[in-house]
Structure formats: C-alpha cells, structure tokens
C-alpha cells in the first residue's frame, strides 16, 4: 500500500510542478517574439502605438521570467527528490539537454536585460531592435532542448543496457530522437499561439473596461492575426504529431482516439462516452478519417488497442483531453478568423461586445488547450516513465516523507502565484497605455503620423 501511496504522490507533484511551470514557460517562449514584432512595426511604421506595446510587454514579460526561475528550478529539484531511480538509469542520457536548456535560458535572460536597459540608447532605433532576436532565439531553444529530454522519454535511443545500466551513452543520437522534430515544432507553435491569444484577450479585456485607444485596437488587430497564423501552424503540428503516433506509439493514438480494434478504413471518433462494456456510445464518427490523419490513407490499416497488453495500455480518459485540445484550436482558429471577416466588411463593429467577450475567453482557453496537451502526452505514455524500459512505479522514490513534499511545494506554488498576480497588477493597474503614450512618447516626437 505504502508503494502506491508512494507513486501517487510522486505524480501529484509531477503534476503540480510541470501544470504550473508550463504556464511560465509558454510565456517566456512567446512573448518575445511578439515584443519583437511590436517594436518592429513600430519603427517601420514609425508609430508610437507599436513601441509601447513592446515596452509594456517587456516590463511585464520580467516578471513572468522572475517566476518561471523559480519554478524552473523546482522541476529539477523535483526530478532528483521524486525519480531518484529514473535520473540514476537515464540522467548520464539526458545531461546535454538539460544543461543546454540552463545554457539557453541564460543566453536569453543575459540579452533580456541588456534589451531593457538599453531603450532609447541607441541612435538608431534598429539596433536595438536587434538586441531582441537573442531572446527569442533563447527562448526557442530553451523550449527545443526541454522538449528533447520528454521526446526521449518517449521514444528512448542513443545508449545500450548492460547489467541495468545505461551504456555506451550517444547523447546526440538521444536528443534526435523520433519525437524530437514533431514535439518541438508543436510546442513552439502553440506557445506562440497561446501567447498571441493571451495578448490579445488583454487588449480586448481592456476595450471592454474603457473606451477603445488606438493603442488596443492595434495591439488587438496585431494579437489576431497572429493568433490565426499560428493556429495554422498549430494544426499542421497536430497532423504531424497523429502521424508520429501512428508509427511510433500507436497504443497513445488508439487510446486517444478510442480505436479498439486494428482495421483498415479506421474512423475518427470525436466526444461519446464508454459504457460498461467499453464500447462508444454519443459519439459523433468520421468516416475513415483516422486512417487518413494517421497515414494521409482513407484505407490505411491502424494498430488498435488489441494489439497490445492489457498493463501497457494508457487510460482510456486521456480521448476527452484530445478532443477538448482540438476543439479550443479550432475555437482560437475560427474567432480569429471571424474577427478579420467582420474587420473586413465593415458592417459591424469589429469591438463589439459579443466578439470581445469570446476573445477574452480565449486567452484562458488558449492555456487550458496547453495543459491538456501536456496532460496527453505524459498521460498517454503510461505505465512508462522510459517508455519500454522503466515504470512510473520503478522511477518513484519510496521516502515516506513524499506527502510532505507535496505540500511543500504547493505552498510554494501558491505563493508564486499570488505574488505574480499582485505584480503585475501593480504594474500596469495605476499606469493606463494612454498615460503612459504620453509620458514615453509625446506627440511632438511622431513624425510618422
């Protein structure tokens, strides 16, 4: 009983820990690149609209970053306390990457800093422009070796097994492992996804408070366009993900997609629910469309959950995460995409209450959509820590005082949470975009306009 208390609460803090920290990572993944892009119009243009957005989204985006340290710092402490089995087997295997996404997340903070003091110190205005792509590239490759670590614990190579132990270590064959070019474009993409619907959730929020500024209007229509090319982006990464399941973990997808049986001309199953039987019942079928997400084949042949044994199998709940995932894609894809029928026409205003309203909601959305990714791909990779070479209850630790741990970080994480709640809020609360449009850039200094 003690083992399985054990293992339990070694995953109630896994989950904790990452839940909490994907929030900050995705952040720190993506709103670089929309600060960036903000200051760049804003000097192509020559619009003070633009580089207040970046310097707003920079000031806030520190203390974003402040957090996601500490959590960082968590995950790693975490790693050695509740998997003491699994970092003795596999920490020689997953070294590199984890020291390189140290190594990138330092590159990015470095370059971060000197961006933010350096506004307004170079003559032209390029420059320091320039000093924002480091932390993007950071931040990118920050999220790829990470992403690396949990491809490898997927789809497992680069070593040999002699006597328990991990041998004749390939750490760059580990790293490119399978998993790797279909997890990091899907994680990149939807982070900046998330991140645009964020901001834009923000902007719209704020134009419901007060009256529409030209200084949320433009960060909105920006926030929108942006959602909807990366929610594009995104669905190809979901193909592309289905496709890597279909060869690679073909027991994830059929659990995820509820296909019990191997046959050819296999049926997309969306919603329903299991009876006692484990049979579909509600559902709503696609015809022959699973084999075709997984083989671009209306008739190709995919593995069904017969196909493997009963304790190897992932739960089955892991369908409602699934579809809920790809529902708030295409909820994000198709808001953006009415936003800009609406702008275009110009038969309703585009600010309208109902339309600002479902971009607020959003933002959340767009976070929840992340943790339910991340809830499939852990959850679906059950029982396996390693898939096909350690358990979750092989990797676990046995300390009897696991369920303190749990409580200790929670603690933790709360305070983190209210303290960057309250930060921000200060931040920003008492210091309008419009008062500060005109403390930062007077009207004297457009020239553009």
Excluded at 170 to 177: G, H, R, S, V, W
Aim: proline share 4%; charged share 15%; glycine share 6%.
């Amino acid at each position: 009983m003690m083992e399985w208390d054990t293992v339990l609460m070694s995953r109630l803090i896994t989950t904790l820990t990452l839940g909490f920290h994907i929030i900050f990572a995705t952040i720190g993944v993506g709103v670089p690149l929309m600060i960036t892009i903000a200051e760049f119009i804003g000097i192509k243009k020559k619009d003070r609209n633009y580089l207040l957005m970046a310097r707003r989204w920079a000031r806030g985006f520190v203390i974003t970053v402040a957090i996601g340290v500490v959590t960082g710092t968590a995950i790693g402490l975490q790693l050695s306390l509740v998997w003491p089995n699994f970092m003795q087997v596999a920490g020689n295997v997953i070294a590199l990457p984890l020291f390189m996404e140290v190594f990138a997340f330092f590159f990015e903070a470095i370059f971060l800093g000197i961006y933010l003091y350096t506004w307004d110190r170079f003559k032209n205005q390029w420059m320091h422009w320039i000093l924002s792509l480091p932390v993007v590239v950071g931040g990118a490759l920050s999220a790829m070796f990470i992403t690396m670590v949990n491809g490898f614990m997927n789809t497992p190579q680069g070593f040999e097994i002699a006597n328990g132990q991990f041998k004749a270590v390939d750490p760059i064959a580990a790293m490119l492992n399978p998993a790797t070019a279909s997890k990091v474009f899907h994680v990149v993409s939807t982070a900046y996804l998330t991140v645009a619907a964020m901001l834009a959730a923000i902007a719209a929020f704020s134009i419901l408070l007060r009256k529409a500024t030209d200084y949320h209007k433009k960060a909105l229509k920006l926030m929108m366009f942006l959602v909807l090319l990366f929610s594009i982006l995104s669905a190809v990464a979901g193909d592309v993900s289905a496709k890597f399941l279909a060869e690679h973990q073909p027991e994830k997808l059929a659990a995820a997609e509820w296909h019990f049986e191997t046959e050819k001309g296999a049926d997309l199953i969306l919603f329903g629910w299991l009876n006692d039987d484990n049979e579909v019942v509600g559902e709503i079928r696609v015809p022959q469309f699973l084999s075709f997400l997984a083989f671009n084949d209306f008739q190709a042949e995919v593995i069904g959950l017969e196909a493997f044994p009963d304790d190897e199998l992932p739960p089955l709940w892991i369908h409602y995460t699934f579809d809920f995932m790809v529902m708030i894609g295409f909820f994000l894809m198709s808001l953006s995409i009415l936003y800009f029928i609406v702008h275009f026409m110009k038969r309703l205003d585009v600010h309208n209450k109902f339309i600002l309203s479902l971009i607020v909601a959003s933002g959340p959305l767009a976070f929840i959509a992340i943790e339910l990714g991340w809830i499939l791909a852990e959850e679906g990779r059950q029982p396996w820590i390693l898939r096909g070479y350690m358990t979750v209850s092989e990797a676990a630790t046995t300390s009897p005082y696991i369920s303190l741990m749990f409580f200790l970080f929670l603690g933790l994480y709360i305070v983190l949470g209210v303290l960057c709640i309250v930060t921000l809020r200060k931040l920003f609360k008492n210091n309008p975009a419009e008062v500060e449009l005109e403390k930062k850039f007077p009207l004297k200094r457009e020239d553009g306009e």
